[in-house]
T-cell receptor
Framework: EAQVTQNPRYLITVTGKKLTVTCSQN?????MSWYRQDPGLGLRQIYY???????DKGDVPEGYKVSRKEKRNFPLILESPSPNQTSLYFC???????????????FGNGTRLTVT | KQEVTQIPAALSVPEGENLVLNCSFT??????LQWFRQDPGKGLTSLLL?????REQTSGRLNASLDKSSGRSTLYIAASQPGDSATYLC????????????FGKGTKLSVKP
C-alpha cells in the first residue's frame, strides 16, 4: 500500500532533550516536506526537499533540522526542543513538487509532540 | 503577505444537501489552488488541484472552481453524505513546482444523517 509513515504518533519530552521524528515513503517520490499544524495558525511548512541531498527552509525552520540521505526517508530533528515546538507535525511527499495535476501531496498521519 | 481565508469555520448540514465551501486568497498571481480533506487523527488527503490556467476541476461529487480575478475558489459537494464529515482545507501555491503551499485554517463540515 502506498503510504507515508511517521513515527512516533505521540511523543512527550522535556525541554532540551534531542529528538527525531522519522518519515518514510514507499512511492519513490522526489519531493518531501514537513509541516506543523497549530490551532488558529493552520498548517505551516518547516522544511522541504526536492530530492536526495537537496533541502530548503520553509516558513518556520527555526529550531529544526532535516536530512535527505535517501530518497525514501526525511527525518525531522529537534536538537533542543522547547515548549513552543509543541504541535502536530505532518510529513508529506509527492512525485515531483507541488505543481502538477499528477503530483498530489500524500500526507502521513501525524506526530503529536508535547514539550514540557 | 499571502493569506488564505476560509469561511465559515464550521458548517452543519442535513444529509443530501448540496453545499459550497469558500476559499479566498489575497494574491491573484497564483500557480495553483488545492483542496484537501482532513479526518480526525489522520493526515490530509488531496481532493482536487486547479492550475492557474483552469477554471474548474471535478472528481465524483466534488467540483472545485477558481476565479483568480476575484481571489476566490469554491468547493461544491453534491448530495452530501455523513461520510463527507471532515475538515476541508484549501491551499494556494505561488511558487510553481517548488512552491510552498499557503493553507487556510479550514472549514469543519458535519453532515447529519
Amino acid at each position: 500500500e502506498a503510504q507515508v509513515t511517521q513515527n512516533p504518533r505521540y511523543l512527550i519530552t522535556v525541554t532540551g532533550k534531542k529528538l527525531t521524528v522519522t518519515c518514510s515513503q514507499n512511492m519513490n517520490h522526489e519531493y518531501m516536506s514537513w509541516y506543523r499544524q497549530d490551532p488558529g495558525l493552520g498548517l505551516r511548512q518547516i522544511y522541504y526537499s526536492m530530492n536526495v541531498e537537496v533541502t530548503d527552509k520553509g516558513d518556520v525552520p527555526e529550531g529544526y533540522k532535516v536530512s535527505r540521505k535517501e530518497k525514501r526517508n526525511f527525518p525531522l530533528i529537534l536538537e533542543s526542543p522547547s515548549p513552543n515546538q509543541t504541535s502536530l507535525y505532518f510529513c508529506a511527499s509527492s512525485r515531483k513538487g507541488t505543481g502538477g495535476n499528477n503530483s498530489p501531496l500524500h500526507f502521513g498521519n501525524g506526530t503529536r509532540l508535547t514539550v514540557t | 503577505k499571502q493569506e488564505v481565508t476560509q469561511i465559515p469555520a464550521a458548517l452543519s448540514v442535513p444529509e443530501g444537501e448540496n453545499l459550497v465551501l469558500n476559499c479566498s486568497f489575497t494574491d491573484s498571481a497564483i500557480y495553483n489552488l488545492q483542496w484537501f480533506r482532513q479526518d480526525p487523527g489522520k493526515g490530509l488527503t488531496s481532493l482536487l488541484l486547479i492550475q492557474s490556467s483552469q477554471r474548474e476541476q471535478t472528481s465524483g461529487r466534488l467540483n472545485a472552481s477558481l476565479d483568480k480575478s476575484s481571489g476566490r475558489s469554491t468547493l461544491y459537494i453534491a448530495a452530501s453524505q455523513p461520510g463527507d464529515s471532515a475538515t476541508y482545507l484549501c491551499a494556494s501555491n505561488y511558487g510553481g513546482s517548488q512552491g510552498n503551499l499557503i493553507f487556510g485554517k479550514g472549514t469543519k463540515l458535519s453532515v447529519k444523517p
